[in-house]
C-alpha cells in the first residue's frame, strides 16, 4: 500500500517538475513547482521526517514561492514567445544515456542498508526534531555559521549588481 | 537543553578557525565602514583590508606545526591547511594592491570589492581547512558567490556582465554535481567526514565498488575539477577570465585554483584512498587533455587575458599530475606548484593592470609591440613571470614543474612526465611570442602616460621576488611543503 501510494506521488512530483521546465507561462510554472514541494513534502512525511515536511511546505511552498510570485509579478513577465527547440538530439542521448547509467545503478548499488548513527530507535527515543536541533547546533556547528557568511556574502552581492549607483 | 548546551561548546575551539574568523572580522568591519565612507573613496577600505590580510598572515604563520582541530571534525588547522592559508593569503594581498588604481581607472571605485575579497579568501580557507564535506562545501560557496559577484562588477560592461552570469550559471551546475556527489557518499558511508568516509570504506572493502561509491566520488571530483578549470570543465574559462576585472582575474586563477587542489587532495587521498586505482587513471585521461587542449587553444589567442586564461588551464594540468602521482613529492610538488603559479600568474595580470587603457582594448598582442623598450620595467617584468610560465631555470616555474615531474617519475608514471614536458615545450611557442612581440616588433602607437600606480608596482615587485626566491632555492620551502603532508 505504502509502495503503491509512493509510485502515485512520485508520479506527481515528476509529472509537475516537467511542468515547471515545459510550460510557457511562468506562472504555470511556479505553480507547478508548489506542486513539486508539496510531493516532496509527503516523501518526508513518507520518510518519518515530520519535522522536515512541516518546514518544506512552510519555507519552501509558502515563503520561497511567494517570492518567486512576486517577482514575476513585478517584473512582468508575458507568456514566451513559442521557439522552437535546439540541441533536441542532444538531449535525448543525454537523457537516454543518464537513464540506463540511473537503471544500472539501481540493479547493482545496495540500497537496503542502514549506516550511520541515527537509526529508527534513535529517533523513536529522542525524537525527530529534537535530533535535527543536535545535529544542527553541536555537529554541524561550523557549517551553520558558515552559511551565516554566506548568506551576508549573497546580499552584500545582491546589492552591489542590483542597485542602480553603487 | 543545559546539557545540549555544554554539549555544543565542547566542539568548539577558536583557535581552530582563527585565520578565517578574523577574515570575516575585518571583512564585516569594511562592510560597516563602507557604508560611512563617501562615494568613490575607496582607498582607505584598500588599505584596511591590507591591513587585515597581513594581520591573518601572521596568525595563520603560528599555526605552522600547532595543528588544531575542532568543531566536531568539521575543520583541522594542520600545516595542509597552514600552507595552502598562506597560498591564498599571498594571493589576496597582491590582488589588493593592485586593485585600488584600477578600479578608480576603470570609474567602479566599489568599496565592498574589499570585503568580498576578504571573504573570498576566507572560503577559500575553509574548503584547505575543511574535513567534513559540508564544510568543504560551504566553503566553496562562500568562494564561489563572492566570485560570482567580483567577475561581475563592471556592470556598465558587457564583457564582466558575460563574465558574471556565465561564471554563475555553470558554477551554479556544478555545485550541483558536487552536493550529489556529497549526497551519495553519505548514503554510503553514513557520514560526511572525510577521515571516517576513509575508515568506512578501508573496513567495507566490498563498498569500494559498488556503483554509489564510485558515482559519488566522479561528482565530487566533477565539481572541484570544474573550479579547477580542467578539460573537459574549462569552458567557462577564457570567457570569465577575459571579462572579469583584472585583478578579479588575476585572484581568481590562483585563489580558488589552490582551494579547489587543497579540496580535492584531501578528499581523494584521506577518503577515498581506496579507490586510487579508479581516480588516478581517470585523471592521467584529464591532466593530458588538460595541458593539450589548453597549450594548443592559447596559441591561437591574440588577446593577452585570454591566452593567460588557456595557459592557466595548462598549468592546472600540470599540477594534476602531481595528484596521479599521489606520492610524497607529487602531493608536496602540488603545493609549491601553487605557490609558485599564485606569485607568476598574479605578477604577470599585475603587468596587464598596469600596461592596460581604460577598457583594456590595447592589451592584445599587437598591443604589446615595442612595449619592453618603451616601458622597461614593465617590459622586464612580464618577461620574467613568463619565463616562470614556460618553465625556464632559475625561475619558480621551473622548480614547481620539476617536482611535480619528478613525482610522477617516482610513481611509474613515466610517459605522463614525458608529455608534461613535451606540453612545456609547445608553451614555449606562444610564451615566447609575447616577448617576441614585447622586444622585436616596432611600436605601433604612442602609449602616452602609464600612471606608475606605487601599489600595483609593490605587487609586481613581490611577485618577482617571489618567482626568483622560489626558482633560486626551492629548497627550504618544498621542505615546509612536504612537512605540510597528512
Redesign the interface.
Known amino acids: 500500500m505504502e509502495v503503491l501510494f509512493f509510485y502515485l506521488v512520485a508520479l506527481v512530483a515528476v509529472l509537475s517538475g516537467l511542468i515547471v521546465v515545459t510550460a510557457k507561462s511562468p506562472v504555470n510554472s511556479a505553480l507547478a513547482l508548489v506542486n513539486t514541494f508539496f510531493c516532496l513534502a509527503v516523501f518526508y512525511v513518507m520518510l518519518h521526517a515530520p519535522f522536515m515536511a512541516a518546514i518544506q511546505i512552510m519555507v519552501y511552498a509558502g515563503a520561497i514561492m511567494v517570492l518567486i510570485l512576486f517577482v514575476i509579478m513585478l517584473l512582468n513577465m508575458g507568456v514566451e514567445p513559442h521557439k522552437k527547440p535546439t540541441h533536441i538530439a542532444w538531449g535525448a542521448i543525454g537523457g537516454t544515456l543518464v537513464l540506463l547509467v540511473s537503471i544500472?545503478?539501481i540493479q547493482?548499488?545496495?540500497?537496503a542498508r542502514?549506516?550511520?548513527?541515527i537509526s529508527k530507535d534513535v529517533v523513536l527515543r529522542e525524537g525527530h526534531t529534537a535530533l535535527i536541533?543536535?545535529a544542527m547546533?553541536?555537529?554541524?556547528?561550523?557549517?551553520f555559521e558558515?552559511?551565516s557568511?554566506?548568506l551576508?556574502?549573497?546580499i552584500?552581492?545582491a546589492?552591489?549588481?542590483a542597485k542602480k549607483e553603487? | 537543553m543545559e546539557n545540549l548546551v555544554q554539549m555544543a561548546l565542547q566542539n568548539v575551539n577558536m583557535a581552530a578557525i582563527m585565520p578565517s574568523l578574523v577574515l570575516c572580522c575585518f571583512g564585516m568591519f569594511l562592510l560597516m565602514i563602507n557604508v560611512f565612507m563617501p562615494r568613490g573613496k575607496t582607498t582607505a577600505a584598500s588599505l584596511i583590508s591590507l591591513l587585515g590580510l597581513a594581520v591573518t598572515f601572521v596568525v595563520t604563520l603560528r599555526a605552522w606545526n600547532h595543528p588544531e582541530l575542532g568543531f566536531a571534525g568539521h575543520v583541522a588547522l594542520d600545516n595542509f591547511a597552514t600552507f595552502f592559508n598562506v597560498i591564498f593569503l599571498i594571493a589576496a594581498f597582491l590582488t589588493v594592491l593592485m586593485s585600488d588604481d584600477y578600479l578608480h581607472r576603470e570609474g567602479y571605485p566599489v568599496g565592498e570589492f574589499y570585503p568580498l575579497v576578504l571573504f573570498t579568501t576566507a572560503g577559500a580557507m575553509w574548503m584547505a581547512s575543511g574535513t567534513d564535506l559540508m564544510t568543504v562545501f560551504l566553503g566553496l560557496e562562500v568562494l564561489s558567490i563572492s566570485l560570482y559577484v567580483l567577475a561581475g562588477l563592471f556592470r556598465g560592461q558587457l564583457r564582466s556582465n558575460e563574465a558574471g552570469l556565465k561564471y554563475f550559471l555553470l558554477g551554479a551546475f556544478s555545485t550541483g554535481f558536487l552536493l550529489y556527489g556529497t549526497a551519495l557518499l553519505y548514503g554510503v558511508a553514513g557520514t560526511t567526514n572525510i577521515a571516517d568516509i576513509g575508515f568506512y570504506l578501508s573496513a567495507h572493502g566490498k563498498m569500494l565498488q559498488n556503483p554509489m561509491t564510485i558515482a559519488g566520488m566522479l561528482l565530487l571530483a566533477v565539481g572541484f575539477l570544474f573550479k579547477i578549470a580542467v578539460v573537459p570543465f574549462h569552458m567557462w574559462t577564457p570567457d570569465v577570465y577575459q571579462g572579469a576585472p583584472t585583478p578579479v582575474t588575476a585572484f581568481m586563477s590562483a585563489g580558488p585554483k589552490a582551494a579547489a587542489f587543497a579540496a580535492l587532495v584531501r578528499i581523494l587521498i584521506l577518503g577515498l584512498g581506496g579507490l586510487q586505482a579508479d581516480w588516478s587513471s581517470l585523471l592521467w585521461m584529464l591532466a593530458v587533455l588538460t595541458m593539450f587542449i589548453g597549450n594548443v587553444t592559447a596559441i591561437y589567442q591574440t588577446d593577452i587575458k585570454r591566452m593567460l586564461a588557456y595557459s592557466s588551464i595548462a598549468h592546472a594540468g600540470y599540477a594534476l599530475v602531481g595528484l596521479v602521482a599521489a606520492n610524497a613529492v607529487g602531493i608536496s610538488g602540488i603545493l609549491f606548484y601553487m605557490l609558485a603559479y599564485t606569485f607568476m600568474n598574479i605578477g604577470a595580470f599585475a603587468v596587464l593592470v598596469l600596461a592596460g587603457k581604460q577598457g583594456e582594448d590595447n592589451l592584445t598582442l599587437e598591443g604589446f609591440s615595442g612595449f619592453g623598450y618603451k616601458r622597461p620595467f614593465l617590459g622586464v617584468a612580464m618577461s620574467i613571470f613568463l619565463f616562470a610560465l614556460m618553465g625556464i631555470p632559475p625561475t619558480a616555474g621551473f622548480a614547481g614543474k620539476f617536482y611535480i615531474f619528478a613525482g610522477a617519475i617516482n610513481a611509474g608514471y613515466i610517459w605522463l612526465a614525458i608529455l608534461g614536458v613535451l606540453n612545456s615545450a609547445i608553451s614555449l611557442y606562444y610564451y615566447l611570442r609575447v616577448m617576441v612581440y614585447m622586444y622585436f616588433r616596432e611600436p605601433q602607437e604612442d602609449y602616452g602616460w602609464v600612471r606608475m600606480n606605487p601599489g600595483t608596482v609593490v605587487s609586481i615587485v613581490l611577485a618577482i621576488v617571489g618567482v626568483l626566491y622560489l626558482g633560486v632555492v626551492p629548497g627550504k620551502i618544498m621542505e615546509m611543503a612536504k612537512m605540510a603532508l597528512f
Not at chain 1, 547546533?137 to 557549517?143: G, H, M
Open positions: 544500472l545503478f547493482r548499488g545496495d540500497t542502514a549506516v550511520g548513527n536541533g543536535k547546533f553541536v555537529d554541524f556547528l561550523l557549517p558558515i552559511a557568511i554566506l551576508l556574502v549573497a552584500v552581492g546589492v552591489i549588481l553603487v
